[in-house]
């Protein structure tokens, strides 16, 4: 059974920091890209960050120069430090993987990722 299982949610002020895990069990993401999403209240998951196995980057632009994605391959786990919060960045948080060995052709697509945790509330009080 694959599970990605995230933590570190909660509820925090603008300009505050925080740091979201993602713990992998069941199978080894080694050779494989991790990511992260969010999702707010009515509106589509959209994609926060992603990192390849050789740790290659991307962000979302809403996030770039405030949230570092990060992995660590010897525990199969993913991280996602959040600097300076807003209140826009309230919402579910999302880990997620594609399928073995795979990296996605395109990061920001959820369709890519085969496999997700159950989310972690993040909330940002202005």
């Known amino acids: 059974q694959v599970q990605l299982v995230e933590s570190g949610g909660g509820l925090v002020q603008a300009g505050d920091s925080l740091r979201l895990s993602c713990a992998a069990s069941?199978?080894?993401?080694?050779?494989?890209?991790m990511a992260w999403f969010r999702q707010a209240p009515g509106k589509e998951r959209e994609f926060v960050a992603g990192?390849?196995?050789?740790?290659?980057?991307v962000y979302a632009d809403s996030v770039k120069g405030r949230f570092t994605i990060s992995r660590d391959n010897a525990k199969g786990a993913a991280y996602l430090q959040m600097n300076n919060v807003k209140p826009e960045d309230t919402a579910v948080y999302y880990c997620?993987?594609?399928?073995?060995?795979?990296?996605?052709?395109?990061?920001?697509?959820?369709?890519?990722?085969?496999?997700w945790g159950q989310g972690t509330q993040v909330t940002v009080s202005s």
């Open positions: 997620a993987a594609p399928r073995p060995l795979f990296s996605p052709g395109d990061y920001y697509r959820s369709s890519e990722y085969t496999y």
């Open positions: 069941g199978r080894t993401f080694s050779g494989t890209a």
């Open positions: 990192i390849s196995w050789t740790r290659s980057t």
